[in-house]
């Protein structure tokens, strides 16, 4: 059985500064992991995927995260955190019976 | 634009009343499926169509939901006799038959149709 845990609902950064949101995974094979991003009204958007080739996944609008097998996470982070960067963020498993699973979500808000 | 495409985008009806949504895959997608998102919650799988079969369902989708898929094509998600308990998002993702490596299909996400039940 497949599972992810996104640590924290919220989390709060002042502009400028590092954005870390963690996720651990549970699954029964080697995952495929993502990071989607949904902003108000809009459909959820594709942020980075990991399919078992390179542990560190740079994805759009300077996001990366990197897969730790031995940890079970897949953290993702930013080096400066964007006012355009409010939003929910999910973190979602997927292994071979192709079914998705997301997480809860995180809400990334941004202080000025 | 080529994305998926939902209609309505949002829908206010009254307890006991049916709707029926629909969605618009990307074309030539052939793998289509049906998500549903309540406040505060991640997106949970409801269904799942390859061309016009429908291949799986969640134990979510309770006998007055259906879904159709006809010609392959678009996906038709209808609720009979609502409850305000269905008030949510519904989202609907299409991906292509080529898997990425490891034999996972992408899914590319529609805006969803917001349900409110009153």
């Known amino acids: 059985a497949q599972s992810v845990t996104q640590l924290d609902s919220h989390v709060s950064v002042s502009e400028g500064t590092p954005v870390l949101l963690r996720c651990n995974y549970s699954s029964s094979y080697s995952p495929s992991l993502f990071w989607y991003v949904q902003h108000p009204n809009k459909g959820l958007q594709l942020l980075l995927k990991?399919?078992?080739?390179?542990?560190l996944v740079k994805g759009i609008n300077g996001f990366e995260a990197e897969f730790k097998k031995s940890e079970t996470s897949f953290h993702l982070t930013k080096p400066s955190a964007h006012m355009s960067d409010a939003a929910e963020y999910f973190c979602v498993v997927s292994d071979r019976d192709d079914k998705i699973i997301f997480g809860k979500g995180t809400r990334l808000h941004i202080l000025p | 634009d080529t994305g998926v495409s939902q209609d309505p985008r949002h829908k206010i009806t009254k307890r006991g009343q049916n709707v029926t949504f629909r969605c618009d895959p990307i074309?030539?997608?052939?793998?289509l499926y049906w998500y549903r998102q309540t406040l505060g919650q991640g997106p949970e799988f409801l269904t799942y169509f390859q061309n016009e079969a429908q291949l799986e369902k969640s134990r979510l989708l309770s006998d007055r939901f259906s879904a159709e898929r006809p010609k392959g094509s678009f996906s038709t998600l209808e609720i009979q006799r609502t409850e305000q308990g269905d008030s949510a998002m519904y989202l609907c993702?299409?991906?292509?038959?080529?898997?990425?490596?490891?034999?996972?299909?992408?899914?590319?996400f529609g805006p969803g149709t917001r349900l409110t039940v009153t």
């Open positions: 993702a299409s991906s292509s038959n080529a898997p990425l490596a490891g034999g996972i299909y992408e899914q590319y």
């Open positions: 990991y399919t078992s080739a390179a542990t």
């Open positions: 074309s030539e997608h052939n793998r």
